[in-house]
Nanobody
Framework: QVQLVESGGGLVQAGGSLRLSCAAS????????MGWYRQVPGKQRELVAAISSGGRTNYADSVKGRFIISRDNAKNTVYLQMNSLKPEDTAVYYC???????WGQGTQVTVSS
């Protein structure tokens, strides 16, 4: 059974940083593309960043230059380093293996102004 456990969220002031982690079990995350998504109440979940099995990355325009997605294949973990955080980054963040119907419980990120 696939399990995705996100962690690392919290409350931070604008301009601060957080690093999110997504630990995957029952799934070899290195062979699938992994994405970080975020959702705020009343809005659709949106893709923030993704990393392919080959390490190619892509980012939403709103986070380019501030967020970095990476993976540690030995730990079956995907990370999202978030820098220069803005209040509009406030959301619940989820990791998701692209093309598979699995989601974690999410981790709340709150950025105060």
């Amino acid at each position: 059974q696939v399990q995705l456990v996100e962690s690392g969220g919290g409350l931070v002031q604008a301009g601060g940083s957080l690093r999110l982690s997504c630990a995957a079990s029952g799934l070899i995350s290195s062979i699938v593309s992994m994405g970080w998504y975020r959702q705020v109440p009343g809005k659709q979940r949106e893709l923030v960043a993704a990393i392919s099995s080959g390490g190619r990355t892509n980012y939403a325009d709103s986070v380019k230059g501030r967020f970095i997605i990476s993976r540690d294949n030995a730990k079956n973990t995907v990370y999202l380093q978030m820098n220069s955080l803005k209040p509009e980054d406030t959301a619940v963040y989820y990791c998701h293996p692209e093309g598979l119907g699995y989601w974690g419980q999410g981790t709340q990120v709150t950025v105060s102004s």
